[in-house]
């Protein structure tokens, strides 16, 4: 599906969707083609789903969004530094 008929047929309601097909326009995430995985409650619901996703399925591109956005806004961050397993290291 396209963005816009996903907001056709889920409006004004919180999703969490997968991009089938992306690219980047400079610092843009732009979702030729998106699937719903799932439709949320609030925000807060959709978040935690989403995260919940993202752990289980780390190589998939999940996005938390509402559908009262005319158009999707996904902007790409470039993360500095090292990341440290907080984890493991906590056992120490």
Do not use: K
């Not at 400079?26 to 996703?53: K, N, W």
């Not at 956005?69 to 996904?74: A, F, N, P, S």
Request: hydrophobic share 35%; aromatic share 10%.
């Amino acid at each position: 599906m396209r963005w816009s008929e996903v907001r056709t047929t889920y409006p004004d309601q919180w999703l969490v969707i997968e991009a089938l097909e992306a690219h980047t326009e400079d610092d843009r995430r732009v979702l030729e083609r998106i699937s719903v995985v799932e439709t949320c409650t609030d925000g807060p619901a959709a978040m935690q789903r989403y995260r919940q996703l993202h752990q289980e399925y780390p190589s998939r591109e999940f996005y938390f969004v509402h559908t009262g956005r005319e158009t999707l806004d996904i902007r790409e961050r470039q993360w500095l530094g090292i990341r440290r397993n907080y984890a493991a290291n906590s056992a120490r």
